[in-house]
């Protein structure tokens, strides 16, 4: 490769890049391993993820051969319901833009509306300014953003926060990546009151639900990362309970499936302390039974 | 006549990306940069007074450079400095502080005399810009 390289030749055209090499160099590659291997089902996110990470490699290379253009925004917006990964994404899309060098130092702030937010007069700049000096050269990641603005109250200092934000977002570009996170319908009202925030993002992504063998798979995950394992009847039951809890309200997606294993690792702890002379395995106290997830609360409602 | 106080003050003034070079190493450290402001260049003014709140768990020189700029605006005309408060057990006090704004035009100061018991003379240092009233030192208001 080397060889085709004409080192006499000052002109940008003539200077040959390995593309391979520039993409283990930053070793996002890595990163974005991780992102399929963690992060089950969101299709459309790691897609679009996969082509930031794209553009911001080109960008590093255009920007060596002096191809100058503006820094890209990075702003985005993440929608979807409660429990897609919405905070879990922001965390890998910080660590991706660092390797890339776009953000300088990695950090993730996160913060809501009392972060931001004053409770009196002159109250509120000051208090904006600060979450944003922390997170500058990293991420501010804006959880239920919508929260900011307050449509029945003109006098809501929430309005000051959003115009600080806007003018930090617009000025310093290259010093802070914002992103703002919340559920959709309630973001697209929000976005529609604050125009200005709108142009201002650069990508919006919209977080899908999860599929019922997506959320299977995720219950996996979880429970080998606790160190616990269905056995083949609870297996069988958790595929039903996800199927008859996706039907009642209040269903949140991965959050709920968390919540379900530790009600289960619950009545599991209770069967075995039950019966105390029995002698235990490792297997015993790893392996979730069938009647752990069958004595849950969704199965006797919809009997 | 130039002030020469804190760090760096024998060099020529600090350029924008300097001063960030500089922050940017306290905050590796840990730091607490400051940003404090006067008009009363007496080198044993110690009551500088200070602009915004302290400016804790910061990562990135970006946060200070904007309060600096901010800073700037308001007090162009007078001293500025960073303080880099290092707030570990044991040291509690400030590590490094140098001036990264001065007004255009520095007076000086005068050495008063003043003559007690007789013969004796005491020595005075006295700025010529605190002949004039806090504010409009140095062409302000």
Request: with cysteine; charged share 25%; aromatic share 8%.
């Amino acid at each position: 490769m080397s060889a085709l390289v004409d080192s006499s030749s000052g002109t940008p055209s003539a200077v040959q890049v390995d593309l391979r090499r520039e993409f283990n160099e930053v070793g996002i590659g890595e990163v974005l391993d991780q992102l399929d291997r963690e992060l089950i089902g969101l299709k459309p996110v790691k897609t679009r993820i996969r082509e930031i990470a794209s553009l911001l490699l080109i960008e590093r290379i255009r920007k060596r051969m002096s191809l100058t253009s503006d820094v890209p925004t990075l702003h985005m917006s993440f929608t979807g319901n409660p429990g897609t990964g919405k905070t879990t994404v922001a965390l890998r899309i910080a660590s991706i833009l660092h390797r890339l060098g776009f953000v300088r130092r990695g950090q993730v702030v996160s913060v809501t509306r009392d972060e931001l937010v004053g409770q009196y007069i002159g109250h509120t700049a000051p208090k904006t300014k600060e979450i944003l000096k922390k997170a500058m050269g990293g991420v501010l990641f804006i959880d239920e953003a919508y929260y900011l603005h307050r449509p029945d109250n003109e006098r809501d200092y929430g309005q000051e926060a959003i115009e600080i934000l806007l003018q930090v977002m617009e000025s310093q570009r290259e010093d802070l990546v914002v992103i703002l996170a919340g559920y959709g319908d309630r973001m697209d009202k929000f976005f529609g009151s604050n125009p200005g925030f709108r142009s201002r993002i650069a990508h919006h992504i919209d977080f899908p639900d999860y599929a019922d063998d997506e959320l299977l798979a995720i219950a996996d995950l979880m429970l080998a990362d606790m160190n616990y394992r269905f056995s083949a009847g609870a297996r069988e039951a958790f595929v039903r309970y996800i199927a008859l809890r996706k039907t009642q309200p209040l269903f949140s997606n991965a959050r709920s499936i968390r919540n379900a294993l530790d009600r289960m690792r619950l009545r599991q702890a209770n069967r075995l302390v039950a019966d105390l002379d029995r002698v235990l395995t490792a297997d015993d106290i790893m392996s979730l039974e069938a009647a752990d997830v069958l004595a849950s609360r969704v199965f006797s409602q919809n009997a | 006549m130039r002030v020469t106080q804190g760090c760096f003050s024998f060099l020529p003034d600090l350029t924008d990306e300097q001063i960030s070079a500089q922050v940017q190493y306290c905050l590796g450290k840990g730091w607490a940069v400051n940003i404090e402001f006067t008009d009363d260049p007496h080198p044993r003014n110690t009551f500088w007074e200070m602009w915004g709140l302290p400016m804790f768990d910061l990562r990135d020189a970006a946060g200070v450079m904007m309060e600096l700029n901010a800073c700037r605006k308001v007090y162009g005309d007078r001293y500025i400095r960073m303080s880099a408060f290092d707030s570990s057990h044991g040291w509690e006090s400030v590590r490094l502080s140098f001036i990264v704004n001065r007004p255009k035009d520095e007076p000086g100061f005068r050495l008063e005399r003043h003559e007690v018991d007789g013969r004796n003379i005491r020595y005075t240092t006295k700025s010529y810009a605190v002949d004039r009233p806090e504010g409009g030192r140095y062409g302000g208001k």
